[in-house]
């Protein structure tokens, strides 16, 4: 009886019931209408969104190319560093971490750029025995015998240097005309020879660096007059021209 009484009561023809129940009915239409109207304008909204959504992904993407990027060139730790913090983010947020995490990497790149050192250059490096001498005679045959080196004249007490960096051999004057003359083995086949000198200032055994002080332009043995005898020995007592080996290792003798 009472699963009835609300069935009579939907047919029952009072019309004080039904205006209200017919309400209800309007109400309930206008809020399904409603709920149609919502679920569309959320689908419109929903849509609406994913628009603005894409750009976002791929501002992600394009962070996660980018610190891919980052990562590849700098260290571990730049790299797990930067990681946990685009997950976490929200897509508006990424485009501000796509912006910092570039700076980051350009200070990680920038770090391994000094590390090589070209500390090779200076001992490889050959140079001119006595910078601005003015050429007196050039390898080649004199007064019929063989002048063997190139001559090399600035004032006296001029230093020379060594032409390239080596271990002096010989220091000393061997009475055999060169006067005091130093000798270098460059450790690759070669040795230079300096003549002449009116003071030697290296010691045989004694390692020099390319350019270094090794002695002082004077006029000892025979000399007529203040000058650098200068000669490139391939094996020694094989001198060559030292003007072509020396512009071969970018000095420019004059000869
Ligand atoms: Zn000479």
């Not at 897509?91 to 590390?115: F, I, L, Y």
Request: aromatic residues 4%.
């Amino acid at each position: 009886m009472q699963e009835d009484s609300p069935v009579q009561n939907e047919n029952t023809p009072d019309t004080t019931v039904e205006q209200p129940r017919r309400g209800r009915r309007r109400n309930r239409l206008i809020v399904l209408g409603a709920a149609a109207l919502v679920a569309l304008g959320l689908g419109g909204v929903t849509v609406a969104t994913s628009g603005p959504d894409r750009p976002a992904p791929t501002a992600v993407s394009l962070d996660a190319q980018s610190r891919a990027d980052a990562a590849s060139r700098a260290d571990r730790s730049a790299r797990e560093s930067s990681a946990p913090a685009s997950p976490s983010a929200s897509p508006t947020v990424s485009p501000s971490t796509a912006s910092a995490s570039p700076t980051p990497t350009k200070t990680a790149t920038a770090k391994p750029k000094p590390k090589p050192k070209k500390t090779t250059r200076p001992t490889a490096a050959w140079v001119d025995p006595m910078p601005g001498a003015s050429v007196t005679s050039c390898f080649g045959e004199r007064w019929g015998t063989l002048h063997a080196g190139i001559d090399l004249a600035l004032p006296s007490g001029t230093p020379i240097r060594a032409a390239a960096a080596g271990t002096v051999t010989q220091a000393g004057d061997a009475a055999d005309g060169y006067g005091n003359s130093v000798f270098i083995d460059h450790g690759n086949g070669y040795l230079t020879h300096y003549a002449h000198q009116g003071r030697i200032a290296v010691s045989v055994g004694q390692k020099v660096k390319a350019g270094q002080v090794i002695g002082y332009e004077g006029a000892t043995g025979d000399a007529t007059g203040p000058h650098l005898h200068f000669e490139v020995h391939q094996g020694m007592w094989n001198q060559i021209d030292p003007a072509p080996f020396m512009r071969a290792h970018g000095v420019d003798l004059g000869c």
